[in-house]
């Protein structure tokens, strides 16, 4: 067992000992290494499969939400410029990984064989629903903005349909979220780091209330439509607000889902020793 400190080999040593190398005791290293409930977690069937696979997951859905923010970023350089530049190819490229991530979600539905099949089932439904909001996606960014005024740069165009299609995109995604969140929990309670608090976590749960601040913004501007002169305008610009903070929010958890997954997955191909196999190693 390396030190966990400078990777001395700590191996013959008392855990009443210290390492020699940087003097850190033996015990904090068998603290920060050993799970005591290594023993009880249920092996995982693949798991360089489902490592590989919640990466792909998590890494595809933050590269899509990304590309979405380089559209409208996109559309502000257009309006600013007088020019008439174009982000189709970027509406095709997120729609493209939002599949892949749906892809690599499937890892999420029965990871291993104990899980309740209630569980299985709202993950499968999730993945599902991933593959539906790719759909939405690109009839959203890829149709609807390719002919339609900019969103959020040009002013309020007086019609609906793309605020009710973008409330129904949000919904599906808050769904997908929902769902796999179970499974995705137990998963990360895989790794000791995550799970005793030694590193920052972002909760799926937080991702989805974020996105119910998004549609709130669908909903304001929805009801701004029905009003008219200042309480219009008023509308309009409180739920481009609202839309723009929960997508924010959103984006930083999806980024936080990430680094979670890369922590989970390498608990997964390499799974924490317990205290009974670290007392076998040493007879």
Same mark, same amino acid.
């Given at each position: 067992?390396?030190?966990?400190?400078?990777?001395? *080999?700590?191996?013959?040593?008392?855990?009443?000992?210290?390492?020699?190398?940087?003097?850190?005791?033996?015990?904090?290293?068998?603290?920060?290494?050993?799970?005591?409930?290594?023993? !009880? $977690?249920?092996?995982?069937?693949?798991?360089?499969?489902?490592?590989?696979?919640?990466?792909?997951?998590?890494?595809?859905?933050?590269?899509?939400? #990304?590309?979405?923010?380089?559209?409208?970023?996109?559309?502000? /350089?257009?309006?600013?410029?007088?020019? %008439?530049?174009? %982000?189709?190819?970027?509406?095709?490229?997120?729609?493209? $990984?939002?599949?892949?991530?749906?892809?690599?979600?499937?890892?999420?539905?029965?990871?291993?064989?104990? #899980?309740?099949?209630?569980?299985? =089932?709202? +993950?499968?439904?999730?993945?599902?629903?991933? /593959?539906?909001?790719?759909?939405?996606?690109?009839?959203?960014? =890829? &149709?609807?903005?390719?002919?339609?005024?900019?969103?959020?740069?040009?002013?309020?165009?007086?019609?609906?349909?793309?605020?009710?299609?973008? $409330?129904?995109?949000?919904?599906?995604?808050? =769904?997908?979220?929902?769902?796999?969140? #179970? *499974? +995705?929990?137990?998963?990360?309670?895989?790794?000791?780091?995550?799970?005793?608090?030694?590193?920052?976590? &972002?909760?799926? #749960?937080?991702?989805?209330? +974020?996105?119910?601040?998004?549609?709130?913004?669908?909903?304001?501007?929805?009801?701004?439509?029905?009003?008219?002169?200042?309480? %219009?305008?008023?509308?309009?610009?409180?739920?481009? !607000? $609202?839309?723009?903070?929960?997508?924010?929010? /959103?984006?930083?958890?999806?980024?936080?889902? =990430?680094?979670?997954?890369?922590?989970?997955?390498?608990?997964?191909?390499?799974?924490?020793?317990?205290?009974?196999?670290?007392?076998?190693?040493?007879?």
């Amino acid at each position: 067992m390396p030190c966990v400190v400078c990777g001395y *080999n700590l191996k013959t040593l008392s855990v009443r000992h210290v390492c020699p190398e940087c003097g850190t005791p033996v015990r904090v290293t068998v603290l920060a290494v050993i799970d005591p409930y290594a023993s !009880v $977690l249920q092996p995982i069937r693949f798991p360089r499969a489902t490592a590989v696979g919640i990466v792909v997951w998590s890494c595809a859905a933050l590269g899509a939400a #990304l590309l979405t923010w380089g559209e409208r970023a996109i559309d502000v /350089f257009a309006v600013w410029t007088g020019e %008439s530049g174009g %982000s189709g190819a970027l509406a095709w490229t997120a729609t493209a $990984l939002i599949v892949v991530s749906g892809l690599g979600a499937t890892s999420l539905i029965r990871p291993h064989g104990r #899980l309740p099949m209630w569980k299985s =089932a709202a +993950a499968l439904c999730a993945v599902v629903l991933c /593959f539906v909001s790719a759909v939405l996606y690109w009839k959203l960014h =890829a &149709q609807y903005d390719r002919v339609h005024t900019r969103p959020f740069v040009e002013g309020p165009t007086g019609e609906a349909t793309r605020t009710w299609m973008r $409330l129904l995109c949000t919904g599906v995604l808050a =769904a997908v979220v929902l769902g796999l969140r #179970l *499974n +995705a929990r137990e998963l990360a309670a895989r790794s000791l780091v995550l799970r005793m608090g030694r590193a920052d976590r &972002q909760t799926m #749960l937080a991702m989805a209330a +974020a996105l119910g601040v998004a549609g709130l913004g669908d909903v304001v501007m929805l009801m701004g439509l029905r009003t008219s002169g200042a309480m %219009s305008s008023v509308a309009d610009m409180l739920g481009i !607000v $609202l839309i723009a903070v929960g997508s924010m929010l /959103f984006t930083a958890g999806l980024a936080g889902v =990430a680094v979670d997954c890369l922590r989970i997955a390498s608990v997964i191909v390499k799974p924490a020793r317990s205290m009974e196999e670290m007392v076998g190693d040493g007879e």
